[in-house]
Nanobody, 111 residues
Framework: VQLVQSGADTRNPGASVKVSCKTS????????VHWVRQAPGQGLEWMGR????????AYGENFQGRVTFTADTSTSTAYVEFTSLRSEDTAVYYC?????WGQGTLVTVSS
């Protein structure tokens, strides 16, 4: 099982960013994909999850309205899109099935 994420990205405040998580080695539609982030010096924060089988989503309270999860079953890839970025969104973003983790994607929000 592998989860391979897109590379590091830098954005200006107010911009959007989309991070990908390409999965392999298991049935993509059989397991939720969760998104978790870790800001510098902080603990892990659960952002939410998507059910790739039907696109059903659940968002953490701090992310409602700013984050969108999608899943492409043709490529077994999950995505998170973040809008209206703020400096405090600077973090490493992870996708995970809870048993396997992606390598993390550093998103830096800076003017």
């Amino acid at each position: 099982v592998q989860l391979v994420q897109s590379g590091a990205d830098t954005r200006n405040p107010g911009a959007s960013v989309k991070v990908s998580c390409k999965t392999s080695g298991y049935s993509f539609i059989s397991v939720y994909v969760h998104w978790v982030r870790q800001a510098p010096g902080q603990g892990l924060e659960w952002m939410g999850r998507i059910d790739p089988e039907d696109g059903g989503v659940a968002y953490g309270e701090n992310f409602q309205g700013r984050v969108t999860f999608t899943a492409d079953t043709s490529t077994s890839t999950a995505y998170v899109e973040f809008t209206s970025l703020r400096s405090e969104d600077t973090a490493v973003y992870y996708c995970t099935t809870l048993t396997t983790w992606g390598q993390g994607t550093l998103v830096t929000v800076s003017s």
